[in-house]
Every structure is written in structure tokens, then in C-alpha cells.
């Protein structure tokens, strides 16, 4: 890994890249629907991303939004959507007027401020859906999903030849509907997973910033974050097929998390539970 690419985790047909430890750079994205969920400081993946969900204002998220776009005009690649909680644009606005007139260089993109519930269309028949999340700024994290189709309960199990005839006699055989595939949370406190859609995405990925007794969950209410002690006890209630935790803090060694995870998390739930890659 480098920090020009990234490490890729990969479940099945899901694939994320990114980097992520609390306080120093997050940034993860599903380039399938064409999505990089914060910035970091602006690193090399995220360059041919398309569209740019940005969770909230703190620098190791969103401090990389100039050079992001800076980098993006000198390889030519098309403008970026980018979504910020709606607080967010004004100031955001400002710094990238200033840095534009600092590097002497215009910058195109499209800044679009997303309030909780709203919908954006990504790559092929993938959309986001933003949801509210819970930290010491205005925040928010963002769904996305897959518009999918399967056959009505009534018409399952048959063959061609009867599909084809109810198709011709004018019934309708099939219902569309929305697959969340990835939630990204963003920092938050644990009061997010009251969200459904969040708990059943195929992937979860999830803020746990501590760990072990080092810091106490009153610690990270405090801060705006989770202690993995507040995640078991949902565990029976997440249906996602993977939660992949990000945003450790750097005074967890990867081996230590390793051991926690083994340590805390009920043996039902192994396997399930992951931490996002990152350095040692
Ligand atoms: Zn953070
Ligand atoms: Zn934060």
C-alpha cells in the first residue's frame, strides 16, 4: 500500500479503497457507484472519482478538497459533484475561492449542499441517500444503494415460457427495489444505528474510534464517537453482511485491534466484523 492507492478490501462483488485512522486522514471509496466518502488531505485515488460525499468540516476529512480539485484540473478529468452537510458550503466555498486565487488556477466542480433524506443519482443504477449522524459538527453520512428488480412472489419458481406468457397477457412479473448496499457513517456517536437502512446495508462501514480501557465510552461520547463496547451489544441487531470498522485511533497497533476483536467479539459474530486495513 501507498498512500497514491490506498488499501482495497474486498467482499464478494464489494469493493472499497481508502485509508483511515482517527485524527490523520479518512477516506474510503466504492468506485463502482463512483463515490469517495471524504477526502482526507486530498490523496492520489481519489483523483478520478466522479462524486465527492463529504461527512463533516473536520481537516482529516475534508481538508482535502482544494487539492483534490486542484489535481483533478491538472489531469483534465471531468468536474466533481461534491455533497457537504448544508453549513458546510459556505465556508468550503470560501477556502477553495482562496486557494484557487493562491495557486492562480480555476477550479471546476459543483458544490451541492444534501440535507438528510435527499437523493443523488451516482454511476449506473446506483444512488445515495444521505442519514443523520451524531458529532460535535454538523455531520452526515450517506447510503448507497442499487436499484434492483426481482419477480413478484407469485411468479417465482416458473419457467420461461410462463414468464413470457404472463408477460404477454399484460401482468406485471417483477417489482423494483433499492439494495443499500454500503453505509458510510462518517464520525458519529453510537445513536446511528438506530437507522435501519445503516444496520442492513451488505456493508456497514462504521466509526470505531476506541477500543479497550484505554478510553471509556464516556470518552467517546464526549468526542462524538463509539467505543467498540457500544457496538457489541447491536451486533444481534445489524444485518449487514460485513461490518468493516474504520477511524481507529493511532493508539491502537493493528495486532492489538486483532486481539480485542477476538477477545470481545461473540463467536456468533466472527468473521463478520473487520477492521479496515491500514499500516501496522
Ligand atoms: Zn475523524
Ligand atoms: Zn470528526
Known sequence: MSLATG????????????????GITTSVVFSAADVCFDVGQGL???????????????????????????QKAMHGVPPPNIYLPPTLVPP??????????IEDHTYDYKLEALSPGEERDLKGKYFLRTFPTYHRVASQGYTV????????????GLDHNALGAARRAG??????FNEAVVSFTGDTKIEVLENE???????????????????TIENAREWGHIHLDEIIPWL????????LLIHSSARYSVAQIHRILEEKIPERHKGRVELFPRNP
Not at 171 to 176: A, F, G, L, M, Q
Open 7 to 22: 488499501f482495497t478490501w474486498t467482499n464478494n462483488d464489494i469493493s472499497l479503497t481508502g485509508f483511515s485512522i482517527a
Open 145 to 156: 444503494y442499487l436499484r434492483k428488480k426481482h419477480l413478484l412472489p407469485e411468479f417465482r
Open 236 to 243: 444481534d441487531r445489524l444485518t449487514c453482511e460485513k461490518l
Open 171 to 176: 401482468k406485471t412479473i417483477d417489482e423494483h
Open 197 to 215: 437502512d445503516v444496520r442492513k446495508s451488505r456493508v456497514l462501514v462504521l466509526e470505531c474510534t476506541y477500543w479497550d480501557e484505554r478510553k
Open 92 to 101: 468550503m466555498k470560501e477556502i477553495l475561492r482562496l486557494w484557487s486565487e
Open 44 to 70: 492520489p485515488f481519489q483523483i478520478p472519482v466522479r462524486n465527492i460525499a463529504i461527512t463533516h468540516g473536520h481537516l482529516d476529512h475534508a481538508a482535502g478538497l482544494p487539492y483534490l480539485l486542484g
